[in-house]
């Protein structure tokens, strides 16, 4: 499932929920993979990585899919 939440700058990141117990369970951390800007304000520089659980709850907000600029959606694919 994907989820997708704004950055406190304004960016838009979208994570994969199913990928947290990959992450877990090979890792030992509580992250998700995720897509987000590598250049903070620069939609076309989205790259993946990997979003931990505590940034998310420090420093996003969760928001509708509907709520995601177009311009954002395309640059993180999902």
Do not use: Q
Request: proline letters at 1%; one cysteine or more.
């Amino acid at each position: 499932m994907i989820r997708y939440y704004r950055e406190a700058n304004g960016d838009y990141l979208a994570i994969d929920a199913a990928t947290n117990g990959f992450y877990r369970r090979v890792l030992g951390w509580d992250h998700f993979e995720g897509r987000a800007a590598a250049i903070a304000g620069l939609a076309g520089s989205v790259c993946t990585t990997g979003v931990s659980r505590e940034y998310l709850r420090a420093c996003c907000k969760r928001v509708a899919e509907d709520a995601v600029p177009a311009t954002w959606r395309r640059a993180i694919g999902y």
